[in-house]
């Protein structure tokens, strides 16, 4: 399992928010599942794979979505939406 700590959780969320070069890309929005966080809707996988690049300075091999990005975020607190299939489209814009 890919181990994230909650400041790397939320500096991803701080460079997702800021819209910098690691924004969330069109290709990277939730299908299924949303994290949900600072009253907005979030990638879980994206976040994860975020947070775990800053945390490690590379990004995690084999990461896949569900279970696998989902559970780190839920055992640091964070609240997972289930099925949302919103695609984050609620916040981010390309």
Do not use: W
């Amino acid at each position: 399992m890919i181990s994230v700590t909650k400041d790397t959780v939320e500096n991803a969320l701080d460079e997702i928010d800021r819209g910098l070069s690691l924004a969330v890309p069109q290709k990277r929005r939730s299908t299924k599942h949303c994290l949900l966080a600072r009253d907005k809707h979030y990638p879980p996988k994206y976040v994860v794979m975020l947070a775990y690049l800053l945390q490690n300075g590379a990004k995690p091999e084999g990461l896949s979505g569900g279970d696998p990005s989902n559970e780190p975020l839920r055992n640091l607190g964070y609240e997972i939406k289930e099925n949302c299939r919103c695609g984050n489209n609620c916040n981010f814009i390309s």
